[in-house]
């Protein structure tokens, strides 16, 4: 489910692209930062850049999950990934720090992978697999030269505590003004996503900045999402997309 959320309603959509408003005759650089679902989203727009023969390549500035296959690339190596990427149609890559984790290349091969013309998907934030973040001193980690900022909410972190449902939960805790104890509403996600010290940290005024609620499985959390959406356009930021169920078209990428 892709729902774009724009004054109350819900329009729905049958990819992430179209929700997203992205057009194929303009080059992206998404960093996609937050909690709740990033490596999932990144890897929905993977396969649908795919289907749409949109050359591009996978990363991440900090740490992510990966798979070894054809399409994976281990060292800062342009023609090769140009050849990769043109076979396999797509490019996963990063420096392998365990079977299952890489850590990015640098930010200036990142740089001159975009100017060869492919798109960049960028996770640029962990998150350790909690639905809602604040980010620490370092993070997030989001090239100058990125497009657009993805930042990303699990709907299923509301109604439990911050200590429990947040990355780095003191740091939520003080952005909100409240403690580590206290339940996350709805007013407390738009408070995150429209933050400086929260989601919008590090994003630069060019860059366009979109808020994904994932993980919204039913209805109630459908109106939680409207919720949000409401308070954040209050606040100037109608850009919404609530989700669910990214993850199965691409479980075999």
Request: charged letters at 25%; glycine letters at 8%.
């Amino acid at each position: 489910m892709i729902q774009r959320i724009e004054q109350g309603s819900k329009k729905a959509y049958d990819s992430l692209f179209a929700a997203l408003r992205m057009k194929e005759t303009i080059q992206e650089v998404v960093s996609v930062t937050g909690g709740g679902g990033k490596t999932t989203l990144i890897r929905r727009l993977q396969q649908e850049y795919m289907q749409r023969g949109i050359p591009h390549a996978v990363s991440t500035t900090t740490h992510m999950h990966y798979v070894r296959n054809a399409a994976f690339l281990e060292k800062e190596d342009l023609e090769r990934l140009l050849a990769v990427e043109k076979k396999e149609h797509t490019v996963w890559m990063g420096k392998p720090v365990s079977e299952i984790k890489m850590k990015g290349f640098s930010s200036d091969f990142l740089e001159t992978v975009k100017e060869t013309g492919l798109w960049l998907l960028l996770e640029a934030d962990g998150a350790k697999g909690l639905p809602v973040k604040a980010p620490a001193e370092h993070e997030p980690v989001i090239p100058p030269f990125s497009t657009r900022v993805i930042q990303v909410y699990g709907l299923d972190g509301i109604g439990h505590s911050i200590g429990e449902k947040c990355f780095r939960p003191q740091y939520v805790a003080d952005i909100l003004g409240k403690t580590t104890r206290d339940l996350l509403t709805p007013v407390d996600i738009a408070r995150l996503a429209i933050s400086p010290r929260g989601g919008r940290k590090s994003v630069d005024a060019e860059m366009r900045y979109q808020v994904v609620l994932n993980k919204a499985d039913d209805e109630k959390r459908q109106q939680l999402a409207v919720q949000i959406a409401d308070e954040l356009a209050e606040c100037g930021i109608t850009d919404v997309v609530m989700t669910s169920g990214l993850c199965e078209p691409w479980r075999n990428i």
